[in-house]
């Protein structure tokens, strides 16, 4: 990805001119707003979205969905402006808790949206609430980022060995427990046992084969 940015970006102009409106962004804590904005009205706008599971999952064919590629595709991308930039870590640090109490309160109100019983599929709300739960949610999931990186690096500032391999541990956990869990679930599906067996025992077992 990284060659691939270079090789469009020769002059590193476009590089330079998003790093400086991130840092503005930033400095003034409006960056979760903003970078929220563009998947809050994607998702407004696409009708096969089940809200209460949140960002679509790229999981239904080989080419992921346009919801599914700005999320990640954007997280991804701040993560690299933030690995040139890790002064940024600092504010984030200064301003942890504040993006955690914004972060609940506007899951929160999301949830009051949506309402509390899951849903598992799309199903219609007016449009001033289906816009108010695509800002509020995505808003959310960014103050969240924010957070959790800024009490990381205020609590967990210092070395440790444990924290560091399992740290390098979770991404490859992240992507090999899909097909276990898939395997786990179609192994068990006939069993005739309550789901609040099933669902420990699942967990344990994928957490122990990996």
């Given at each position: 990805?990284?060659?691939?940015?270079?090789?469009?970006?020769?002059?590193?102009?476009?590089?330079?001119?998003?790093?400086?409106?991130?840092?503005?962004?930033?400095?003034?804590?409006?960056?979760?707003?903003?970078?929220?904005?563009?998947?809050?009205?994607?998702?407004?706008?696409?009708?096969?979205?089940?809200?209460w599971q949140g960002i679509p999952?790229?999981?239904?064919?080989?080419?992921?969905?346009?919801?599914?590629?700005?999320?990640?595709?954007?997280?991804?991308?701040?993560?690299?402006?933030?690995?040139?930039?890790?002064?940024?870590?600092?504010?984030?640090?200064?301003?942890?808790?504040?993006?955690?109490?914004?972060?609940?309160?506007l899951s929160t109100l999301a949830?009051?949206?949506?309402?509390?019983?899951?849903?598992?599929?799309?199903?219609?709300?007016?449009?001033?609430?289906?816009?108010?739960?695509?800002?509020?949610?995505?808003?959310?999931?960014?103050?969240?980022?924010?957070?959790?990186?800024?009490?990381?690096?205020?609590?967990?500032?210092?070395?440790?060995?444990?924290?560091?391999?399992?740290?390098?541990?979770?991404?490859?956990?992240?992507?090999?427990?899909?097909?276990?869990?898939?395997?786990?679930?179609?192994?068990?599906?006939?069993?005739?046992?309550?789901?609040?067996?099933?669902?420990?025992?699942?967990?344990?077992?994928?957490?122990?084969?990996?």
């Amino acid at each position: 990805a990284r060659e691939l940015i270079s090789r469009a970006d020769r002059r590193k102009v476009l590089a330079g001119v998003v790093e400086r409106v991130l840092e503005l962004l930033i400095a003034s804590r409006l960056a979760p707003l903003v970078l929220a904005a563009p998947l809050a009205v994607v998702l407004y706008l696409t009708p096969w979205w089940i809200m209460w599971q949140g960002i679509p999952q790229p999981v239904m064919g080989l080419v992921p969905n346009l919801p599914s590629m700005l999320a990640f595709g954007g997280a991804f991308a701040f993560g690299w402006f933030l690995h040139r930039r890790r002064e940024w870590l600092a504010r984030m640090t200064r301003d942890w808790l504040s993006y955690l109490l914004v972060a609940v309160a506007l899951s929160t109100l999301a949830l009051w949206i949506v309402g509390p019983m899951p849903r598992l599929h799309s199903h219609e709300l007016a449009p001033p609430l289906r816009a108010a739960y695509a800002a509020t949610y995505l808003a959310a999931m960014w103050c969240w980022m924010f957070a959790l990186l800024g009490a990381a690096t205020r609590f967990f500032e210092h070395a440790s060995a444990r924290w560091r391999y399992l740290s390098d541990a979770s991404f490859f956990m992240y992507i090999a427990h899909l097909p276990i869990v898939y395997a786990l679930h179609a192994w068990m599906i006939r069993w005739p046992v309550h789901w609040s067996v099933k669902f420990p025992l699942i967990v344990g077992l994928a957490f122990a084969i990996r």
